[in-house]
């Protein structure tokens, strides 16, 4: 059933493969303003499907179906696009923010898994206070991480060599350390849903 909250849903599936777009090439700042208005626009949307859905009364299968999938594929496509553009990248530990994102992307992937798993038994895993502040720092960091190379470009040029001044990069220091915040939560979060799945396995 295509309600408003389900287009809205879909209008930010679909906008994904832009939002990768915008962030392909590093040192293009414009686009990754563009990138972050749009990433910002993405978020808003996300609001408003869950919020309309609820205060109109059109909560549907199809909407529970398609928003967390929506989330999913933003976070997971943004991580790929700012790894292999650099981005995930900073000083004196080079590359090794990389492992955050990682830990994002399979946490999101055993999550899901689980919940499937656990829909055949008929139970419910609802999402914790802490899963919402990992949500919440998840989407900062990228946030920020977008904003400064709107601002500032690519924070570094190789692993470990070659970075910006620290001034320059204050905003992406604050994105990867919101991204080690979300990766945390993750592995805390993801470890809660994990005994939750275990009781029903055995």
Known sequence: MLTLPNIL???????VPLLAFFLWWPDWKLGYLIGFALYCLIGITDYFDGYLARSQGTVSKLGMFLDPIADKIMVAAVILVLTAQGYLRGPIVGDFHVFA?????????????LREFLGGLQVSMPVSKLAKWKTTFQLVSL????????????????????CKPMSDQIVHLIGLGSLWAAAILTLVTGW???RVGLKHME
Do not use: H, M, Q
């Open 143 to 162: 946030g920020a991480i977008i904003g400064g190379g709107g601002l500032f470009g690519p924070p570094c040029t190789a692993a470990f060599v070659e």
């Open 192 to 194: 809660d849903y994990l």
């Open 101 to 113: 994102g990682l830990i994002i992307l399979v946490r999101e992937i055993a999550v899901s898994g």
């Open 9 to 15: 849903t879909l209008s930010r599936i679909l906008a």
